[in-house]
């Protein structure tokens, strides 16, 4: 089976972009989001909030 980056519809907090990273890399949910909140934070949240958006617009929904 091929493993496809889609949006996660069991774990979604927002839009399941975080949560279908996770999936698809086989990490810990709560260490993505964690670390997605410091590099957005310390890169002044506008970055981090367009990819954010960006990405839940293109990846397609599971």
């Not at 993505?32 to 981090?48: D, H, K, N, Q």
């Amino acid at each position: 089976m091929e493993k496809r980056l889609v949006r996660s519809k069991n774990d979604k907090m927002l839009g399941g972009v975080l949560a279908g990273i996770a999936e698809y890399l086989g990490w810990d949910i709560t260490v993505i989001r964690v670390t997605y909140a410091i590099i957005t934070f310390l890169s002044a949240s506008f970055p981090g909030t367009l990819i954010y958006i960006i990405l839940w617009i293109v990846m397609p929904e599971e």
